[in-house]
T-cell receptor, first 113, second 112 residues
């Protein structure tokens, strides 16, 4: 069965510092991988997705993620964090048709001034 | 705004009451999903529709829960005889073709 693990429950970084959020997945077939961001009281917004091809994918708001099949990882990165990036980040794995999408428990990002 | 909309945003109800939530997906999306999210967790799949047909239900969806999408457009999720454990954020999402899921802002249910 597919599953997603986000090892870090909470991360604090200083504004302007780089960021890496970890995501490990378990999936029996070729995974479709996603990162979503959620601000308090809001729904989830898609940051980026990986279906196939180049393993380094670019997303919105300056985020990128790298798919590493050998490590079953899909870590999210940003070179310079802004205060507005403070939110909850969810990694998800699913099938082509999204029917069986599984989300990690999320990583809460705090940005220090 | 052509995103996914959900109504109401917040609902407070007493234990034992029935509640109904509505979701209006993006108009050209034929697939609609309901998720439940509790504090500190990611969304958990409840059920999904392709057009008006409900094609899959999670074991999380007890018999007190029912969802409909009568005309293949908007959907409703009803919870009967609410329990305190039903308190959560209920998220609706839609997609069409190869697009990723687009989520609404959710309905936060508090059962007192």
């Amino acid at each position: 069965a597919q599953s997603v693990t986000q090892p870090d429950i909470h991360i604090t970084v200083s504004e302007g510092a780089s960021l890496e959020l970890r995501c490990n997945y378990s999936y029996g077939a070729t995974p479709y991988l996603f990162w979503y961001v959620q601000s308090p009281g809001q729904g989830l917004q898609l940051l980026l997705k990986y279906f196939s091809g180049d393993t380094l994918v670019q997303g919105i708001k300056g985020f990128e993620a790298e798919f590493k099949r050998s490590q079953s990882s899909f870590n999210l990165r940003k070179p310079s964090v802004h205060w507005s990036d403070a939110a909850e980040y969810f990694c998800a794995v699913g099938a082509y048709n999204n029917n069986d999408m599984r989300f990690g428990a999320g990583t809460r990002l705090t940005v220090k001034p | 705004d052509t995103g996914v909309s959900q109504d109401p945003r917040h609902k407070i109800t007493k234990r034992g009451q029935n509640v109904t939530f509505r979701c209006d997906p993006i108009s050209e999306h034929n697939r609609l999903y309901w998720y439940r999210q509790t504090l500190g967790q990611g969304p958990e799949f409840l059920t999904y529709f392709q057009n008006e047909a409900q094609l899959e239900k999670s074991r999380l969806l007890s018999d007190r829960f029912s969802a409909e999408r009568p005309k293949g457009s908007f959907s409703t999720l009803e919870i009967q005889r609410t329990e305190q454990g039903d308190s959560a954020m209920y998220l609706c999402a839609s997609h069409g073709g190869n697009s990723p899921l687009h989520f609404g802002n959710g309905t936060r249910l508090t059962v007192t």
